[in-house]
């Protein structure tokens, strides 16, 4: 029997809150450089959370699709309050937090552990998969983070009204959040798992994401409120 609502759905549903609320915060206190630096936190803890396996809402899906699924939110709100460059310049921080570390953690596997390390065999487990994943995630959120950007401005210039805000934000979220998670489930696990689960971890993980991105409507709204009514604090 398929169990929709239990201890992990909840929990899921908490992180979901958390994640939108870091970013309404730094966001508040720290502006647009608050939002730049949620990127990099994005992108490397999703990069290691998606290593771990959990059953969502009756199907198996990969952890992390909520801390990835952010960044389009963050670069949502920087293409609305302050154009798409900002947005750009975003997911270029993005690919060098991503690419530097991966390549500081697997320098640090190379290290010949002491007699008394215990963490060698857990930090191999971990990020010995990096570096295909770091394609993986590099290839994908290249070509869903762009997309993402043009996307906006695309639906930007055709419903340009305040309260059209909810049909750029979702149009373009949805289309890059399906690129980004073909690209990456082929490139990330292909060979990894058989087929039939392969498949099932690229719709359970496409629709998991897509419910981020539909819930995170009222957060984009609160973003665009804080910036035009000043409460927004740039960081200098």
Excluded at 131 to 153: E, K, M, N, V, W
Excluded at 155 to 176: C, D, Y
Excluded at 222 to 227: G, L, Q, T
Aim: charged share 10%; aromatic share 16%.
């Amino acid at each position: 029997m398929i169990q929709f609502v239990g201890f992990n759905e909840l929990l899921w549903f908490a992180m979901l809150l958390v994640n939108f609320l870091l970013i309404l915060t730094i966001y508040r206190f720290a502006g647009r450089t608050g939002l730049f630096l949620w990127v990099p936190i994005a992108t490397i803890v999703a990069n290691i959370q998606v290593v771990k396996m959990v059953n969502l809402f009756g199907i198996e899906a990969t952890l992390g699709n909520i801390v990835y699924a952010s960044s389009f939110l963050v670069t949502d709100i920087l293409s609305e309050n302050y154009g798409r460059e900002y947005s750009r310049k975003a997911v270029l921080f993005g690919f060098f937090s991503l690419f530097s570390f991966t390549l500081l953690m697997n320098l640090a596997l190379w290290f010949v552990p002491s007699s008394e390390d215990f963490s060698q065999q857990s930090m191999q487990t971990i990020f010995s998969l990096m570096p295909r994943l770091t394609l993986a995630s590099l290839c994908a959120y290249g070509l869903s983070q762009y997309h993402d950007i043009l996307a906006f401005d695309f639906w930007r210039r055709r419903f340009p009204a305040a309260g059209h805000l909810w049909i750029r934000n979702n149009l373009s979220t949805m289309v890059s959040q399906g690129l980004d998670t073909v690209v990456f489930t082929g490139i990330a696990f292909y060979g990894v798992y058989p087929l039939p689960i392969l498949l099932e971890i690229c719709l359970s993980t496409y629709l998991l994401k897509w419910l981020v991105a539909m819930l995170d409507t009222p957060f984009i709204y609160i973003a665009r409120s804080f910036y035009l009514k000043g409460k927004v604090t740039e960081a200098n």
